[in-house]
């Protein structure tokens, strides 16, 4: 089944440059206004290494899949050299997962406190009530300031207090003689991954609202 993917060249613009693939990445082929651009890319390790087109106003685009864990995992569109609104290494985007996750935390926190509150025994027992509701208030809201307001102050608490849980949770663990929640911390630190990338995008993200201000009255 044929998938793809659409993107404005410009912020705010018509979303003309199609990406289409096949399958898990294969057959790539990037088109523009209709217009195939190049050969298909056969699959995603040439992906991987990516692949320049020359644009007809004789701009290049790059299109590329990134991986990596201090990097967002996914289809890399720049244009000489500058992310392409929507794409994976596009800032807001990254602030936008950053937030997500955030929100994410915040509501799981939020129902095991409301539950270990309600009277279930196993929450309660672990020290989910009141205090795990709490955090997830906070943590919702410093995920909202840092999205709506680029806070990277918002982000860097919220950091902050994952990176306690953590640490809170080995030593729990620790104290009752049982093992540390491998799978539990695997998942915060891939958060925290993201939000600390959040942080970096705030600044990347300012950037590239100036750049665009700037070509829009150029």
Known sequence: MAREQ?????????????????????????????????????????????????????RTLT???????FEQQGLALQIDGRPIAGSSQDPREQIKLAAGLLYFVAGLSALLGILGMAGVAFLANLGFGWPSLAAGA????????????????????????????????????????GRVP?????????????????IKAVGDAAKADDRDMAETFR
Not at 38 to 51: F, Q, T
Not at 63 to 69: L, N, P, Y
Not at 141 to 155: D, E, I, N, T
């Open 6 to 58: 659409k993107f404005a060249l410009e912020k705010g613009g018509d979303k003309r440059l199609v990406v289409r693939w096949t399958g898990i990445w294969k057959n790539i082929e990037t088109s523009l206004d209709g217009q195939v651009l190049g050969e298909p890319i056969p699959n995603l390790k040439a992906l991987k290494e990516g692949r320049d087109y020359k644009l007809p106003d004789g």
């Open 63 to 69: 299109v590329k899949f990134v991986t990596g864990i």
């Open 138 to 177: 906070v943590i919702g809201v410093l995920g909202y300031v840092g999205a709506r307001h680029r806070s990277r102050a918002a982000f860097a608490v919220a950091a902050a207090i994952i990176l306690v849980d953590m640490a809170l949770s080995i030593a729990l663990s620790a104290d009752m003689g």
């Open 182 to 198: 491998t799978t539990g911390l695997i998942i915060r630190a891939f958060i925290l991954i993201a939000v600390f990338r959040g």
